[in-house]
T-cell receptor, first 118, second 115 residues
């Protein structure tokens, strides 16, 4: 596997279910991100991790719980979701958050998990 | 608050045509700007990244320009092909630092190239 992978690719869950999304990056990056893409809306940043430490939580409801056990893996634990949480959830990684002068810190994205909440 | 706007929202052109996609942003204090391509139901593929100190970047048939002072970027696609059909997203990153890790995205331009 190369780049950024996400599993599962598709997930259907009820509002009372608990599930987890997984992201893995094979790029040796130190920063990882969760984004949400809803229909007809721009991508929204949810969480940012740097060296396994959460550095940003963009006012995300507590029913979304991220976990970063190491710099290669990022999880998004889901429970008691609402139908409006149905969206494409994208994971991304970059070398660092702030590489300083001359650093591009380009973000590389995974294929996403299409989540449907019934 | 940074806002990113992409015009047009949708574009349909015949194969072989040269085209320009537009992106504008409200806060000119950006670190860099990225153009992405997204195929239906898929993730994002980075096309070009322009640092704030640069004016343009080129990759094959793609050329992206940046005018930071006016808050604008354009993506030029030469000799368009049906395989170019996708949604093109523009994203800006604010000045360096922890908070600068945030990418602010536009809503995208949905491009259809007809054979």
């Amino acid at each position: 596997e190369t780049g950024v992978t996400q599993t599962p690719r598709h997930l259907v869950m009820g509002m009372t279910n608990k599930k987890s999304l997984k992201c893995e990056q094979h790029l040796g990056h130190n920063a990882m991100y969760w984004y949400k893409q809803s229909a007809k809306k721009p991508l929204e940043l949810m969480f940012v991790y740097s060296l396994e430490e959460r550095v940003e939580n963009n006012s995300v409801p507590s029913r979304f719980s991220p976990e970063c056990p190491n710099s290669s893996h990022l999880f998004l634990h889901l429970h008691t979701l609402q139908p409006e949480d149905s969206a494409l959830y994208l994971c991304a990684s970059s070398q660092d958050l702030d590489g300083g002068i001359g650093s591009y810190n380009e973000q590389f994205f995974g294929p996403g998990t299409r989540l449907t909440v019934l | 608050k940074q806002e990113v706007t992409q015009i047009p929202a949708a574009l349909s052109v015949p194969e072989g045509e040269n085209l320009v996609l537009n992106c504008s942003f409200t806060d000119s204090a950006i670190y860099n700007l990225q153009w992405f391509r997204q195929d239906p139901g898929k993730g994002l593929t980075s096309l070009l990244l322009i640092q704030s100190s640069q004016r343009e970047q080129t990759s094959g048939r793609l050329n992206a320009s940046l005018d930071k002072s006016s808050g604008r970027s354009t993506l030029y696609i030469a000799a368009s092909q049906p395989g170019d059909s996708a949604t093109y997203l523009c994203a800006v990153r604010l000045t360096a630092g922890t908070s600068g890790s945030r990418l602010t995205f536009g809503e995208g331009t949905q491009l259809t190239v007809n054979p």
